[in-house]
């Protein structure tokens, strides 16, 4: 999704913005721009593709020192990714800078009615008629650009994120948000405005939330929020926990690379302070008392992506443990389909980002219904977390590659200790049984970094099947949302066809897709486990085998069954069933980053996809 930096202050503000921007590449965009305000004149530079075009630019025609300035990286939705395009856009009588998030949808009605006063657009873009509207309206708001941005506000409809500046107003930044991320960095005698806070974190972590329908006044020395009709607006100030360092890469070729490798301590972490040493649960910073788990008789987890797969092993644990029926709903399906929702539901929102606008806008749904919304995120203060009535941050640490791979590890052991609470909390599970279950879990960082130890083999298949038309997952049980996963990760790195089936369906048609060599990875469940679930898999592997596929077998030390039919064996330390997706998990991601090396691709920021997708 777009990114979003504003700065005033005493640095030259060129630097900053642009520095920011890059912080926030992970966010996927597609052309970039900067505008600063110096004695008296508003100066703009922008260039489609990436931030080092619009730098080159910056090389060879200059902006004027200035201490104001915004800028943007676009993901283009209203009109390609041309220089055209690019955000900032500018008012007419070029004195008002715009840039925005999200998407404006009645901007053809705006668009007709100010092509009534003689304004024609010179872009594509929904953004250009704030552009246009702001300089229409400044002079009866007193060339206050704050007032004339809550005014303009209540024209818009649609989600957005807008920052603006004016060549007559040279020592004002102000901003604007409803359904789209815009965060403050409170700094001294400076101050930010970013989409998310890793773009000013190496200037301060002093970070202001901004609500929803809100306006941000930003001077050298103020902060002022109020809401689009000019009342003063009640903020939360928090201290950003991680600092720029842990946003780069740390040595490692690509962040991706990095985040693989941080699995272990963002699993410790996410754990740390939440069970003790008699294995009893403390998860009081939820905000949801026992009274309200006894209460509920249903719970509906709802995401998107990889988060929405995390969500399905969570419904294996949870209804296993709590015996409380649970449903799995993509996000962007759900309030849709009518679904029965009410007061005894939860609805347990995964999301990493806490922005991703198919999951807040089904999490509003269902508040709306009366059902309690938890949120299992990783991105204090973000806003999914902010409408929740309850929270549980994962602990991974700022994710900034595209493909998720330690948010997804940390959202199976946040839903895992939702699900034993609730057993704890309601008495469906006696204490010894929780506290095994809890000792067990306590051990899954240090399986996980002895998988770690063990992915060459991966990285060398990746460079054998490189040239694969398609890759087959299969798994059954909580291994069945982990061949999704693997799937997932394909297809966005390596852009190459993939699917994950449930094995058991195999047989129902996919079986089909098989001939000669046709890769088909395998995750197979604890040997230990329900053995049913393992003779089965082994039967699977057995009929893709026979019909010629190329098997990839990931299986526990010590299953020896699978020996005979595997092409590949990839071995992962043996751990109860339930908890095997944090170990499975990890060779396919390895597998899929892999690939997209093999093929010459950027594995941190994969084509045509966004960090955050703030768009529904
Ligand atoms: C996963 O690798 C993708 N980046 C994507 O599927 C992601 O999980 C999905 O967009 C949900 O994002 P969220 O967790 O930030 O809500």
Not at 145 to 153: D, G, K, N, P, Q
Not at 296 to 319: Q, S
């Amino acid at each position: 999704m777009c990114g979003i930096v504003g700065y005033v202050g005493e640095k030259q503000a060129l630097q900053v913005v642009v520095e920011g921007l890059r912080r926030l590449e992970y966010r996927g965009y597609d052309s970039a721009g900067v505008a600063v305000v110096s004695q008296g004149l508003l100066d703009t530079r922008k260039k489609a593709g990436k931030l080092a075009n619009l730098e080159s630019l910056l090389g060879t025609d200059p902006l004027p020192a200035s201490t104001i300035g915004i800028g943007h990286t676009r993901w283009a939705t209203h009109g390609g990714p041309t220089d055209l395009n690019a955000h900032p856009h500018v008012s007419a009588d070029g004195k008002v800078a715009v840039i925005h998030n999200g998407i404006i949808e009645n901007f053809a009605e705006l668009r007709a009615e100010l092509a009534l006063t003689g304004v024609t657009l010179s872009s594509e873009t929904d953004t250009e008629v704030v552009a246009h509207l702001l300089a229409a309206v400044l002079p009866d708001a007193g060339m206050d650009l704050a007032e004339a941005m809550r005014r303009v506000c209540l024209r818009l409809a649609g989600a957005f994120t807008l920052v603006a500046v004016h060549a007559d107003i040279p020592d004002v930044v102000v901003g604007a948000r409803r359904n789209s991320p815009l965060v403050v960095g409170r700094g001294d005698g400076e101050n930010f405005l970013a989409s998310d806070v890793a773009a000013f974190i190496a200037h301060t972590r002093h970070a202001v939330e901004l609500g929803q329908d809100q306006v941000v006044e930003l001077t050298r020395d103020l902060i002022n929020v109020t809401d689009f009709f000019g009342n003063a607006a009640e903020v939360t100030e928090y201290e950003v926990t991680w600092d720029a360092a842990a946003a780069s890469k740390g040595g490692y070729e690509t962040f991706m690379a990095k985040e693989i490798d941080e699995q272990p301590k963002a699993v410790s972490d996410t754990l740390i302070g939440r069970v003790n040493d008699e294995g009893v649960l403390h998860l009081d910073e939820m905000r949801l008392s026992e009274n309200q788990l006894r209460e509920i008789d249903k719970v509906v987890v709802i995401a998107c992506g990889t988060a929405y797969h995390a969500g399905m092993v969570a419904k294996y644990a949870l209804e296993h443990w709590t015996r409380v029926p649970c449903e799995v709903e993509l996000a962007s399906e759900f309030r849709y389909r009518d679904p029965v929702v009410g007061p005894r539901t939860l609805v347990v929102a995964i999301s990493q980002s806490g922005e991703t606008m198919d999951t807040l806008m089904a999490m509003r749904y269902a508040r709306e219904q009366g059902a309690r919304v938890l949120a299992i995120c990783n991105t204090q203060g973000s806003t999914i977390p902010r409408e929740s009535d309850a929270v549980l941050y994962t602990r991974a640490g700022p994710e900034v590659a595209v493909a998720s791979t330690k948010a997804f590890l940390t959202q199976i052991v946040a839903c895992y200790l939702v699900a034993l609470y609730v057993a704890q909390v309601r008495g469906n599970k006696f204490g010894d049984e929780i506290a095994a279950v809890v000792r067990e879990l306590a051990e899954m960082p240090r399986k996980i970094d002895l998988v770690l130890d063990t992915t060459e083999e991966m990285k060398a298949l990746a460079q054998q099947l490189k040239d694969a038309p398609s890759v087959l997952f299969i798994g059954r049980h909580v291994g069945y949302p982990v061949a999704l996963e693997g799937a997932l990760k394909l297809k966005e790195l390596a852009y190459m066809h993939a699917e994950g089936f449930a094995a058991g369906e195999l047989k129902h048609g996919p079986i089909a897709l098989l001939e000669e060599g046709v890769p088909v990875i395998v995750i197979v469940p604890s040997p230990g486990g329900r053995s049913l679930l393992h003779e089965k898999i082994v039967s699977n592997i057995q009929e893709v085998r026979a019909r010629g596929a190329r098997t990839i077998v990931i299986a526990e030390e010590g299953d020896d069954s699978v020996v005979p039919y595997a092409d590949h064996l990839i071995r992962i330390p043996a751990c109860p069933t339930l908890l095997q997706p944090l170990v499975a998990t990890v060779p396919l991601q390895v597998f899929a980053a892999a690939m997209a090396e093999a093929k010459g691709h950027d594995v941190d920021q994969p084509r045509n996809l966004a960090k955050s997708v703030t768009v529904e």
